[in-house]
């Protein structure tokens, strides 16, 4: 199919979709002349990802390609892609501070983490103080109930990662990792919405 053709199969404008052939979002077509180039189902689903990772997912052009080199690239094992995925969505805070309080929580979890990972350290850190500064206490207990929780949803997760290949694995974590944590923030926010309604008996202004 021609662009135009691919940019009305994929609901994608034709200039946008040169964009991402410029920032190597989108591998290019079968060139057919010097001005032309054929495109297939692949480049289809490839839009439909790239267009996933930036809206759905959240991320910046650099992040989403990060994302996608990692897709397309060989790996022996999983372990190795998820600090990868993760640091596409966790903005590297440790620079300057100390992640001691951080690494102190993980380890009174009891929670292997990779000792190279400073970005993750650096975000739990970077919210503890975040809460610091507001003056916000969490209730006793609370941080602790949240560590658990997300231990659980972890295990879950891990769980489901497939087994028949490792390429199978890698898409599954990366993807999972980039696209799911929006859907937990949504979840929590209407989880919210109906605890706090269930406590105050509130049904809403039509009710």
Known sequence: ???????EKSGV???TIKYYLREGLLHDGVLTSATQAHYGEEHVERLRLVRALLDSGGLSVAGARAVIEQLET???HVAEVLGIAQSSVTPDAASGIELDRAAGLVARWGWGSDPGDTASLGALEHALAGLDAAGFDLPEGVLDQYAAHMAAIAAEEVAEIPTESVDAAVRYVVLGTVLVEPLLLALRRLA???ASGRRFDYRGPDC
């Open 1 to 7: 199919m021609r662009i135009s053709q691919l940019s």
């Open 13 to 15: 404008p034709v200039a």
């Open 74 to 76: 060989p790996h022996r």
């Open 192 to 194: 919210q919405q109906d």
